[in-house]
């Protein structure tokens, strides 16, 4: 059974808190925790305007968000660990092997799908990757959830 779950991206000011809130949000009411860091996270700063625009178009209060720097820790105590593209699994690991088994695109179930950084891209790119978080958030939640 998954209790913690951690979304993983490069800077955590957009994809990885978005799908926090989402995958969080879809998981209600269960007790399942979800967090969000970065591989070279731009620590401290809040979610990206652009990304908080997009939320609340969507309907959604944007959460209080901090950004914050993946850690061993956070890796040893998420039970799954989900990142938006490939060569993010190689930062988990690299920072620690022993999470192979337990990271996994979170667009796993979208054919492996990677959800590219909409950072410094325009509002449409933000559009893009909430389409695609949402997507991918909706088909963990149903797995999750069972």
Same mark, same amino acid.
């Given at each position: 059974?998954? /209790? /913690? ?20 949000? %879809? ?12 591989? *070279?996270? @731009? ?7 652009? *990304?908080? #625009?997009?939320? &609340? ?10 950004? +914050?720097? @993946?850690?061993? !820790?956070?890796?040893? #105590? $998420? ?16 920072? $620690?092997?022993?999470? &192979?088994? /337990? ?5 796993? =179930?979208?054919? !492996? +799908?990677?959800? +590219? ?5 325009? /509002? ?6 909430? $389409?695609?978080?949402?997507? *991918? %958030? #909706?088909? =963990? $939640?149903?797995?999750? %959830?069972?």
């Amino acid at each position: 059974m998954f /209790k /913690k779950i951690l979304i993983v991206c490069i800077g955590n000011i957009c994809r990885s808190p978005t799908a926090q809130q989402l995958l969080g949000a %879809a998981l209600q009411p269960s007790d399942i925790k979800v967090s969000s860091a970065g591989l *070279a996270a @731009l620590r401290d700063h809040p979610l990206e305007s652009t *990304a908080s #625009e997009v939320l &609340r178009e969507h309907g959604h209060v944007p959460q209080e968000h901090r950004a +914050r720097q @993946l850690s061993v !820790e956070a890796v040893s #105590e $998420a039970d799954l660990i989900l990142v938006m593209e490939q060569h993010h699994v190689d930062g988990v690991l690299n920072l $620690a092997p022993e999470a &192979r088994g /337990k990271v996994f695109l979170l667009g796993k =179930w979208q054919q !492996e +799908r990677e959800i +590219r950084d909409p950072y410094r891209q325009g /509002k449409p790119a933000f559009v893009q990757a909430y $389409a695609l978080i949402e997507q *991918a %958030a #909706e088909a =963990w $939640a149903q797995r999750l %959830a069972r």
